[in-house]
């Protein structure tokens, strides 16, 4: 089992968690094809609203990939995303800045930010196991 930060919109995360699904670097396919099933996934919201500069920064979401592969899904007017299903957990959101002291990957960077920009980041069990219980959720993952 691997752990995973996907980074999207708060808007975009909430739709997912509202659909059963995860969607990350604007629809492709590739990233998604790295996460297996049982995989534990955790949501990192650089923004409130796609393309705004708000700077919320907050974990939005945290689940587990429960589905073998990404699958299309036509969403209309021509955009066709891949998707994965997630079995999302309830959840508190958190916001990252009193975490990342103790996260392993950004412990000591002063650009901790800048390993986003890819839309996914494979993370530790111990990065996964500190967010979960910021946003009030217990990982079965010891």
């Known amino acids: 089992m691997n752990h995973w930060i996907a980074v999207a919109s708060a808007e975009h995360v909430r739709r997912g968690r509202a659909g059963g699904f995860m969607q990350v670097c604007h ?3 590739a990233p998604l094809r ?3 099933p049982d995989d534990r996934v955790i949501y990192y919201s650089p923004s409130e609203v796609f393309g705004s500069k708000d700077r919320f920064q907050t974990f939005t979401a945290i689940g587990m990939v429960t589905d073998e592969k990404p699958y299309a899904f036509d969403m ?3 955009f066709v995303p891949y998707r994965r299903n997630v079995l999302w957990l309830p959840a508190t959101e958190a916001p990252i800045h009193p975490l990342l002291d103790v996260l392993d990957f950004s412990m000591g960077e002063r650009n901790w ?3 986003f920009r890819f ?3 494979a993370i530790s069990q111990h990065d996964a196991n500190v967010i979960a219980e ?3 959720v217990k990982l079965t993952v010891e």
Do not use: S
């Open 27 to 29: 629809g492709k396919a």
């Open 134 to 136: 910021a946003m009030e």
């Open 119 to 121: 839309g996914i980041l």
């Open 113 to 115: 930010g800048y390993q």
């Open 76 to 78: 209309g007017g021509g």
């Open 34 to 36: 790295r996460i297996k």
